[in-house]
C-alpha cells in the first residue's frame, strides 16, 4: 500500500488522465508513447513545480524495466504503474557523487536468493515507494534488484537539501532480500538514466519559462518612480536575457527528445550538451527572476525562490553539468 502523500489527489488524476502509463507499452495497459510526448507532460511539470514521483516512477522506473527487459517484473510492475496503484524508487548512487557508480559498494550476495547489502545516497522519491530497484554488485558483476522498501533490513531516510519539492533519500539495506532484474545490469541503468533524461530536461525548460514569464509579468505591473520597473534599461536586459537562455533551454530539451525519438546520430553527445545546458539556463533564469523581483523576491512567502531551488537540484540530479559537459567530449572524440 502507497504510503499516504499530499500529491495523492493529483497522482490519482495524472493516473487517470493516462499520463503515469506514457512510456508503458499498451501490452501492459499504457499508451506506448515516446519521448516527445513525455518531454510535453514534463514541461508542464516542470511549470508547476510538481513534486510528486513523476520522473522516478513513470519515467525512469518504466525506462529501467524496458531496457533490463525481464518479462516477469514488466508483467507485475508496468500495468501497475499506469493505473497509479504502485510507486518506484531507483537506488544506484552512492557517495558525494549522483551518477552510478563502476563497481557500486554495494553488494548483492547470493544467487539464488540475493541478500543486498550497502547504502545508496540521493534516492529520488524513496519515502513514498512501494518498490525499490537497486543497483548492487553481484558475483557476475553489476546488477539490478528488486527490493521492497517495506521488508526486513531497508532503512529509508528522507535527506534534507535546498529544494523540498524533491524528495531525496538514503536508503541503507543490511542484507535485504532481493530479486535479481534482468541480466543487463549496468548498462540497462544508464540507457534508463538517458532516456529519463530527456523528462528531467522538459521540467527544466518549462520551469525556466515559467520564472521568465512571472519575472516579465512583474516588470510590467511594478510601478516606482512613476513607471513600470520594466521600461528601465536594466530591468529590460536581464529580461532579455532570460528570454533568450529560457527559450534556448526549450529548443534544447524538444530537440533532443524528438532525435531521441529518431535514433539520431549523435543522440549521446546532443543529450549531454543539452544537460549541461538547460541546468545552467535553468539556474540563470531562477536567480535573474528573484533579481527583477528586488527585495520580494528574497522573501520566503513569494514563489520565486521555489524555482531557484528546484534549478539547483536538478542541476545535479542526474550529474553535474560539468560531468555532463566531459562527456559531451568524449562523445565526439575530443
Same mark, same amino acid.
Given at each position: 500500500?502507497?504510503?499516504?502523500?499530499?500529491?495523492?489527489?493529483?497522482?490519482?488524476?495524472?493516473?487517470? +488522465?493516462?499520463?503515469?502509463?506514457?512510456?508503458?507499452?499498451?501490452?501492459?495497459?499504457?499508451?506506448?508513447?515516446?519521448?516527445?510526448?513525455?518531454?510535453?507532460?514534463?514541461?508542464?511539470?516542470?511549470?508547476?513545480?510538481?513534486?510528486?514521483?513523476?520522473?522516478?516512477?513513470?519515467?525512469?522506473?518504466?525506462?529501467?524495466?524496458?531496457?533490463?527487459?525481464?518479462?516477469?517484473?514488466?508483467?507485475?510492475?508496468?500495468?501497475?504503474?499506469?493505473?497509479?496503484?504502485?510507486?518506484?524508487?531507483?537506488?544506484?548512487?552512492?557517495?558525494?557523487?549522483?551518477?552510478?557508480? %563502476?563497481?557500486?559498494?554495494?553488494?548483492?550476495?547470493?544467487?539464488?536468493?540475493?541478500?543486498?547489502?550497502?547504502?545508496?545516497?540521493?534516492?529520488?522519491?524513496?519515502?513514498?515507494?512501494?518498490?525499490?530497484?537497486?543497483?548492487?554488485?553481484?558475483?557476475?558483476?553489476?546488477?539490478?534488484?528488486?527490493?521492497?522498501?517495506? %521488508?526486513?533490513?531497508?532503512?529509508?531516510?528522507?535527506?534534507?537539501?535546498?529544494?523540498?519539492?524533491?524528495?531525496?533519500?538514503?536508503?541503507?539495506?543490511?542484507?535485504?532480500?532481493?530479486?535479481?532484474?534482468?541480466?543487463?545490469?549496468?548498462?540497462?541503468?544508464?540507457?534508463?538514466?538517458?532516456?529519463?533524461?530527456?523528462?528531467?530536461?522538459?521540467?527544466?525548460?518549462?520551469?525556466?519559462?515559467?520564472?521568465?514569464?512571472?519575472?516579465?509579468?512583474?516588470?510590467?505591473?511594478?510601478?516606482?518612480?512613476?513607471?513600470?520597473?520594466?521600461?528601465?534599461?536594466?530591468?529590460?536586459? +536581464?529580461?532579455?536575457?532570460?528570454?533568450?537562455?529560457?527559450?534556448?533551454?526549450?529548443?534544447?530539451?524538444?530537440?533532443?527528445?524528438?532525435?531521441?525519438?529518431?535514433?539520431?546520430?549523435?543522440?549521446?553527445?546532443?543529450?549531454?550538451?543539452?544537460?549541461?545546458?538547460?541546468?545552467?539556463?535553468?539556474?540563470?533564469?531562477?536567480?535573474?527572476?528573484?533579481?527583477?523581483?528586488?527585495?520580494?523576491?528574497?522573501?520566503?512567502?513569494?514563489?520565486?525562490?521555489?524555482?531557484?531551488?528546484?534549478?539547483?537540484?536538478?542541476?545535479?540530479?542526474?550529474?553535474?553539468?560539468?560531468?555532463?559537459?566531459?562527456?559531451?567530449?568524449?562523445?565526439?572524440?575530443?
Amino acid at each position: 500500500m502507497t504510503k499516504r502523500s499530499p500529491d495523492d489527489d493529483v497522482w490519482s488524476e495524472l493516473a487517470a +488522465m493516462g499520463l503515469l502509463g506514457l512510456l508503458v507499452p499498451e501490452q501492459y495497459g499504457g499508451a506506448g508513447a515516446g519521448l516527445v510526448e513525455v518531454g510535453v507532460v514534463a514541461e508542464e511539470l516542470g511549470r508547476v513545480l510538481y513534486a510528486g514521483p513523476y520522473l522516478s516512477t513513470a519515467v525512469l522506473a518504466v525506462n529501467l524495466l524496458l531496457a533490463a527487459a525481464d518479462p516477469a517484473q514488466c508483467e507485475a510492475v508496468l500495468p501497475s504503474i499506469a493505473a497509479g496503484r504502485t510507486r518506484v524508487a531507483v537506488a544506484f548512487a552512492e557517495g558525494t557523487s549522483t551518477r552510478p557508480p %563502476g563497481t557500486p559498494a554495494t553488494t548483492a550476495r547470493g544467487a539464488a536468493a540475493p541478500l543486498i547489502s550497502g547504502e545508496k545516497r540521493f534516492v529520488l522519491d524513496a519515502d513514498t515507494a512501494d518498490l525499490l530497484y537497486v543497483l548492487a554488485d553481484a558475483e557476475d558483476g553489476p546488477g539490478i534488484f528488486a527490493v521492497d522498501p517495506a %521488508g526486513p533490513g531497508v532503512v529509508v531516510e528522507p535527506l534534507t537539501s535546498i529544494d523540498t519539492s524533491r524528495r531525496l533519500c538514503v536508503v541503507r539495506l543490511s542484507d535485504a532480500p532481493a530479486t535479481p532484474v534482468g541480466s543487463a545490469g549496468g548498462t540497462a541503468l544508464t540507457n534508463a538514466l538517458d532516456r529519463s533524461a530527456v523528462a528531467l530536461l522538459g521540467e527544466q525548460a518549462g520551469a525556466a519559462r515559467f520564472a521568465m514569464e512571472m519575472a516579465r509579468d512583474y516588470a510590467k505591473t511594478r510601478y516606482q518612480f512613476g513607471r513600470a520597473i520594466g521600461s528601465f534599461q536594466a530591468v529590460k536586459h +536581464m529580461c532579455a536575457d532570460m528570454l533568450l537562455e529560457a527559450e534556448s533551454a526549450v529548443s534544447a530539451a524538444r530537440h533532443v527528445a524528438a532525435a531521441g525519438t529518431d535514433d539520431a546520430a549523435g543522440w549521446a553527445a546532443d543529450l549531454a550538451l543539452a544537460q549541461a545546458y538547460c541546468s545552467d539556463a535553468f539556474v540563470f533564469v531562477g536567480a535573474t527572476n528573484i533579481q527583477v523581483h528586488g527585495g520580494i523576491g528574497f522573501t520566503w512567502e513569494h514563489p520565486a525562490h521555489r524555482y531557484l531551488r528546484r534549478a539547483r537540484s536538478d542541476a545535479h540530479l542526474f550529474g553535474s553539468p560539468s560531468w555532463h559537459r566531459e562527456r559531451y567530449l568524449q562523445e565526439i572524440g575530443t
